[in-house]
């Protein structure tokens, strides 16, 4: 209703007498936006704090073929920052990438990871929890479902050739100490080991 209003004191200052049609019509274009936002957030001052709802915490397991360019491992790093997401990604051959949080903020995380380009990308394994929580609880609750702490970079031992592949043992070592142990072998096909 508010719109209208606006509207109405614009076209009461700007057009006396005269056929506007064309400027409210981008009056309204320029304008809208604002007061969508505004609704929207006099509807959620509205709602009482207490009101129940589901919300879904997700992991996602992304593998890559592998990971290498600086630009990437950057983009990785920022972008889980930018989200509140909490994870690891292991660059080299192949590439490992945990982002842990809310379901939305996941997914706008890998749809920005998949546009890169990429030898292979995909989600190996992803996990979906949903919960009844309370609008008080959504931090306490999603902080409950973390495994890890913060988003960072892990850099192993680094093994091979061309000194591009990481110790898969110390990575085995490191998903056990968060209990995600058993994600090792939906990577790699076999059990993983301690080296």
Same mark, same amino acid.
């Not at 690891?88 to 546009?115: D, L, N, Q, T």
């Given at each position: 209703? *508010?719109?209208?209003?606006?509207?109405?004191?614009?076209? +009461?200052?700007?057009?006396?007498?005269?056929?506007?049609?064309?400027?409210?019509?981008?009056?309204? !274009?320029?304008? $809208?936006?604002?007061?969508?936002? !505004?609704?929207?957030?006099?509807?959620?001052?509205?709602?009482? $704090?207490?009101?129940?709802?589901?919300?879904?915490?997700? %992991?996602?397991?992304?593998?890559?073929?592998?990971?290498?360019? !600086?630009?990437?491992?950057?983009?990785?790093?920022?972008?889980?920052?930018?989200?509140?997401?909490? /994870?690891?990604? @292991?660059?080299?051959?192949?590439? &490992?990438?945990?982002?842990?949080? $809310?379901?939305?903020?996941?997914?706008?995380?890998?749809?920005?990871? !998949? +546009?890169?380009?990429?030898?292979?990308?995909?989600? +190996?394994? %992803?996990?979906?929890?949903?919960?009844?929580?309370?609008?008080?609880? @959504?931090?306490? &609750?999603? *902080?409950? =479902?973390?495994? =890890?702490?913060? #988003?960072?970079?892990?850099? #192993?031992?680094? +093994?091979?050739?061309?000194?591009?592949?990481?110790?898969? /043992? *110390?990575?085995?070592? #490191?998903?056990?100490?968060?209990?995600? /142990?058993?994600? #090792?072998?939906?990577? =790699?096909?076999?059990? /993983?080991?301690?080296?």
């Amino acid at each position: 209703m *508010q719109i209208n209003t606006g509207l109405y004191e614009y076209l +009461r200052r700007s057009c006396c007498g005269e056929i506007c049609i064309l400027n409210a019509i981008e009056w309204i !274009k320029d304008h $809208a936006i604002t007061y969508m936002i !505004k609704e929207s957030l006099a509807d959620d001052k509205r709602q009482p $704090a207490n009101i129940t709802k589901n919300v879904i915490c997700t %992991r996602l397991w992304i593998y890559s073929h592998h990971i290498y360019n !600086k630009e990437k491992r950057k983009n990785i790093l920022e972008w889980a920052k930018e989200l509140s997401l909490t /994870g690891f990604s @292991m660059p080299g051959k192949p590439g &490992v990438v945990c982002v842990e949080g $809310a379901h939305s903020a996941c997914e706008e995380y890998w749809a920005r990871i !998949k +546009r890169l380009t990429w030898k292979r990308i995909l989600i +190996r394994h %992803r996990e979906d929890t949903t919960m009844d929580i309370t609008n008080d609880e @959504m931090t306490s &609750v999603i *902080q409950m =479902f973390r495994k =890890f702490t913060n #988003f960072e970079e892990k850099i #192993f031992t680094v +093994r091979g050739n061309r000194s591009n592949h990481m110790d898969l /043992g *110390q990575l085995y070592q #490191f998903l056990n100490e968060r209990d995600c /142990g058993d994600i #090792f072998q939906l990577y =790699f096909g076999v059990e /993983g080991k301690v080296s």
